[in-house]
């Protein structure tokens, strides 16, 4: 306590201080008591945190799985005129593929400018259309005369429309020198098919007047959409990367035929089951879980040299976060005719309560209904996607999750201690304090008393003795 003295047993001979020290401690039991019991808390509180998070890493292991899909395709063909990339869906088989035309954009280019000259571009407007918008949405932009074609090309970047715009500077053979142009490029390669190729891109130029230029835009290259067969059956999409012709399936169309009037090359597409890297795929939701039921393994596995009060060993959400991580190895996917559980396509219980893959049962499961794999997990409401969604949400919603319920409490707990402890620890500060003032007390009075006796021994020792 600031400004009191202490005498510390310099008269009595006694060691008050730590006569204090050993009172203050054993006053101050149930404070240490508190402390370990929120540090108990609060390793609790980190363990379900560590839960959460692994339960998280499951949840979204199985929506990779639902919407990328587990079973995976390779290509074992060759091909010049595209590629292919499976995906979600792909099955395996032997596909004739014709690409006869690829899709390209519209492109408009100014008449030659001079690059040296000052002069630059007429006055006027100009308007870009695109796809039947009009850019910029709010008018025309406006060109005064002389600006750059530099100065154009920014302008109509900065009009908001799907183009890019371009100066390029270029050797003319015909007037034997250096010349300049504006490119202008649709975005988008193709047009749709119900406005025709013109609908692709207008580039509208209205001249006003002044000593500049007119920069005579015209079209060096029509939009074309691209043009191909997969057995038989003729296609044509805007872009030549095509999702929706084969599914699960992204072709890159890469060469078109020699020439407008013939047809490209047929060659076939050949795409297997790949059951290596479908069972890593479906490895990495297996660790995923083992890794959550590990921690939960650990907490539920008790002994006698359990400390059952820093750990979740008494927790009953444990065990039922144990029961519903079961669940997902027996939930069943309605609609599906043979494979509608993990187990049917190899997914195992072992000892540990982990997971592991048979390999005899998948190989069995993938050679029978490979399709099935995907559906396991992309089936709606049933399929382990949403599944494992539902089950996650369950333990750890923000505000009726299990797990988070338990978090709240301790941590609630957790913070009641630190109002306790505060007020144990004024009151064991307040006994310190009234300890040392009592023994401060005490040795003054002892003082006292010592400088009394040294008096009336002094005083009567100065005394004559009678004979």
């Known amino acids: 306590m600031a400004g009191t003295i202490t005498s510390s047993g310099l008269v009595s001979g006694i060691d008050t201080a730590s006569i204090v020290t050993q009172l203050v401690a054993l006053e101050s039991q149930p404070i240490t008591?508190?402390?370990?019991?929120?540090?108990?808390?609060?390793?609790?509180?980190?363990?379900?945190?560590?839960?959460?998070?692994?339960?998280?890493?499951?949840?979204?292991?199985?929506?990779?799985?639902?919407?990328?899909?587990?079973?995976?395709?390779?290509?074992?063909?060759?091909?010049?005129?595209?590629?292919?990339?499976?995906?979600?869906?792909?099955?395996?088989?032997?596909?004739?593929?014709?690409?006869?035309?690829?899709?390209?954009?519209?492109?408009?280019?100014?008449a030659a400018f001079d690059p040296t000259s000052t002069t630059g571009v007429l006055a006027g407007t100009l308007q870009l259309t695109v796809k039947g918008t009009a850019y910029p949405t709010t008018g025309p932009i406006t060109i005064s005369d002389g600006m750059s074609l530099a100065d154009v090309a920014y302008a109509i970047r900065q009009s908001g429309a799907p183009v890019s715009a371009t100066v390029l500077t270029g050797w003319d053979a015909a007037s034997a020198k250096t010349v300049s142009y504006l490119s202008i490029t649709a975005r988008d390669t193709g047009f749709d098919p119900a406005g025709g190729a013109a609908s692709a891109l207008q580039v509208q130029f209205t001249a006003g007047t002044g000593a500049g230029q007119d920069p005579g835009f015209t079209e060096t290259q029509a939009a074309r959409n691209a043009a191909f067969n997969v057995d038989g059956v003729d296609f044509l999409r805007q872009s030549n990367t095509v999702t929706d012709a084969l599914a699960g399936v992204t072709l890159n169309l890469k060469q078109g035929a020699v020439s407008p009037a013939t047809v490209g090359t047929t060659e076939d597409l050949v795409l297997s089951t790949n059951p290596a890297a479908t069972q890593a795929r479906l490895q990495k939701f297996v660790d995923a879980y083992n890794g959550v039921m590990a921690l939960v393994q650990q907490q539920l596995a008790v002994t006698k040299d359990t400390d059952r009060q820093s750990t979740l060993a008494g927790d009953p959400a444990m065990r039922g976060l144990q029961s519903a991580l079961q669940s997902i190895l027996t939930n069943t996917v309605s609609g599906l005719p043979g494979v509608r559980t993990l187990a049917d396509v190899g997914v195992k219980t072992n000892r540990d309560g982990s997971l592991s893959i048979d390999a005899t049962t998948f190989a069995d499961a993938i050679g029978r209904d490979p399709t099935a794999f995907d559906a396991l997990f992309s089936t709606a409401g049933t399929g382990l996607s949403d599944f494992v969604t539902g089950l996650v949400k369950g333990q750890t919603d923000p505000l009726s999750g299990a797990l988070v319920v338990d978090q709240n409490g301790l941590t609630a707990r957790s913070k009641a201690i630190d109002d306790q402890v505060a007020a144990m620890q004024r009151r064991v500060d307040a006994y310190k304090a009234n300890l040392q003032a009592q023994f401060t007390a005490m040795e003054s009075t002892l003082s006292s008393l010592k400088s009394t006796s040294s008096y009336l021994t002094q005083y009567l020792s100065s005394k004559p003795t009678s004979g």
Do not use: C, E, M
Not at 70 to 92: E, R, W, Y
């Open 33 to 110: 008591r508190l402390q370990n019991q929120q540090a108990a808390f609060k390793s609790q509180v980190s363990l379900l945190g560590n839960i959460v998070s692994k339960l998280a890493g499951l949840q979204t292991a199985a929506q990779d799985l639902g919407s990328g899909g587990v079973l995976a395709a390779q290509v074992d063909s060759s091909n010049t005129s595209f590629s292919a990339t499976p995906g979600v869906g792909a099955l395996s088989g032997r596909y004739a593929v014709r690409v006869d035309q690829l899709a390209q954009a519209s492109k408009w280019r100014s």
